[in-house]
């Protein structure tokens, strides 16, 4: 596997109460082909929280199914035309959000996902973790953990399983508490429970993705050739 290079990312936003949100692109310098990952958390959307803006993929875009108050998530990926910069404008139910976008070198250049994410849409009673896993079937996948819970002021430690997840967004305030990280994993299969911990217990939904690294170059040649 060639594997993924330097992931960047962007400066978590977080906003107030307005229906478009201009999302700033990393700062790295962008090729084609790169992969671009747009994360965001919604508070009380009435069904999916995003307009899924043009040309990316939606992965995710759920409400937590259980509360008349629940946050939202949303996970989307697009390959890179190369260049890209500034801002991306983001339409979205008129409530208090969260978004951070991550450059990410070295993808797959035809198959983002390994295998389609889990999504948990209520983790079914009020508790100080979110709990997901995925069965992946490529070795070095780039791992996203997304989380969303039903508080205002908790904060958030990344999952340790199956290896430390990088953060990229832990914000606690305006919004309902959000988290956001990577992993580059160097295993495959069961990736075991991947969960963050609360500092406060309240009921939650979160997402776990699988992005499929680029295969190596051969410089094999039949004979002959």
């Given amino acids: 596997m060639a594997g993924f290079g330097t992931v960047t990312a962007s400066t978590a936003q977080e906003r107030i109460a307005e229906t478009t949100t201009n999302v700033s692109y990393p700062t790295a310098t962008i090729a084609a082909g790169d992969l671009l990952i747009l994360l965001g958390s919604v508070y009380a959307p009435s069904g999916a929280p995003v307009?899924?803006?043009?040309?990316?993929?939606?992965?995710?875009?759920?409400?937590r199914l259980t509360s008349t108050t629940p946050p939202g998530i949303y996970a989307g990926h697009k390959y890179a035309a190369g260049g890209e910069s500034g801002t991306l404008a983001v339409t979205h139910q008129n409530n208090v959000s969260l978004?951070?976008?991550?450059?990410?070198?070295?993808?797959?250049?035809?198959?983002?996902?390994?295998?389609?994410?889990?999504?948990?849409?209520d983790n079914g009673s009020?508790?100080?973790?979110?709990?997901?896993?995925l069965t992946t079937v490529t070795a070095g996948c780039l791992l996203i953990y997304a989380a969303a819970l039903n508080a205002t002021t908790a904060t958030s430690t990344p999952p340790t399983v199956p290896g430390t997840f990088t953060e990229?967004?832990?914000?606690?305030?305006?919004?309902?508490?959000?988290?956001?990280?990577?992993?580059?994993?160097?295993?495959?299969?069961?990736?075991?429970?991947?969960?963050?911990?609360?500092?406060?217990?309240?009921?939650?939904?979160g997402a776990l993705l699988a992005f499929r690294p680029a295969r190596a170059k051969s410089n094999f040649m039949m004979f002959g050739q």
């Fill in 51 to 63: 307009t899924n803006p043009a040309g990316w993929t939606a992965d995710v875009n759920a409400t």
């Fill in 99 to 121: 978004w951070v976008m991550l450059h990410v070198p070295g993808v797959d250049p035809t198959t983002a996902l390994d295998v389609s994410p889990f999504i948990l849409t």
């Fill in 126 to 133: 009020s508790q100080n973790h979110t709990d997901v896993s």
């Fill in 168 to 205: 990229v967004a832990d914000l606690s305030t305006g919004t309902r508490s959000a988290e956001f990280a990577y992993l580059k994993w160097s295993g495959v299969g069961a990736t075991g429970t991947v969960a963050n911990l609360w500092s406060s217990s309240a009921r939650s939904m």
